[in-house]
C-alpha cells in the first residue's frame, strides 16, 4: 500500500460533509469514511486513501489520519500538527463538549479529480446506506471480523483483518509479499 493520500481524503471528506449537512458530525464522518474505505478495500484490494486503521475504543476501528485531519481541524492537538494547515482553509469544525457533537462545516467544494469514478460510487453508496441512521448504528457498524477482534485503544488492524473477499485478500497478500513500497511523491508534511 501506498502512503496516506491527504488530497484524497480530504476530498472524500469534503464529499461526504457537503452532502450530510447538518449531520456531519466528526466522528459519524470518521467512521463514515472508515465504512467507504473498508468498501473501497474488498472491491479493489485497496483504500481511497490509503490510511492506516486503528482502534479509537474496545470496538470502532477508523483511519488514523483521516480522524488526525479532522482532529487537527477541531484545535486538537495531534502529533500531525502539519494538518492543520492543510485543512485550514477547507473545513471548520464547531465546538462541542463531545465529538460526537462537533460538527464539520465544509468551507470549500471536493477536488472530484483527487476521486476515482469508483471511489465516487462507494462514497454515494455510503451516503445512501447510512444517511439519516442514528449516530450509535453508524458507529457500531461492523462486519463480523471486526466484531470478533476486541482492541485496546490505539491498536493497529491490518488490511488483511478488515477484507471479506478472498480475491482482495488473496491481492493484499501478493503485494505485500512481492511488489515493493512506492515511492512517495504526494505526502506533504
Request: hydrophobic share 40%; charged share 30%; proline share 4%.
Amino acid at each position: 500500500m501506498g502512503p496516506f493520500d491527504n488530497y484524497k481524503a480530504l476530498a472524500a471528506i469534503l464529499y461526504l460533509s457537503n452532502a450530510l449537512v447538518r449531520d456531519a458530525e466528526l466522528l459519524r464522518l470518521v467512521k463514515l469514511m472508515y465504512l467507504a474505505d473498508r468498501r473501497y478495500l474488498n472491491l479493489r484490494g485497496t483504500t481511497i486513501t490509503n490510511d492506516f486503521f486503528m482502534f479509537i475504543d474496545d470496538r470502532n476501528v477508523v483511519g488514523a489520519m483521516t480522524y488526525d485531519m479532522l482532529g487537527e481541524a477541531a484545535g486538537m492537538r495531534t502529533e500531525h500538527r502539519w494538518l492543520k494547515r492543510f485543512v485550514k482553509d477547507y473545513l471548520r469544525v464547531e465546538n462541542g463538549a463531545l465529538d460526537s457533537l462537533r460538527r464539520v462545516i465544509p468551507v470549500r467544494q471536493p477536488d472530484l479529480d483527487e476521486l476515482s469514478p469508483l471511489s465516487l460510487q462507494v462514497l454515494d453508496a455510503i451516503l445512501s446506506d447510512y444517511l439519516g441512521k442514528d449516530f450509535e448504528d453508524v458507529m457500531n457498524e461492523s462486519e463480523e471480523k471486526l466484531r470478533q477482534l476486541v482492541g485496546a485503544r490505539g491498536q493497529l488492524v491490518t488490511y488483511e483483518q478488515m477484507t471479506e473477499d478472498a480475491g482482495a485478500l488473496a491481492y493484499l497478500r501478493w503485494q505485500r509479499d512481492v511488489v515493493p513500497p512506492p515511492a512517495d511523491e504526494r505526502f506533504h508534511e
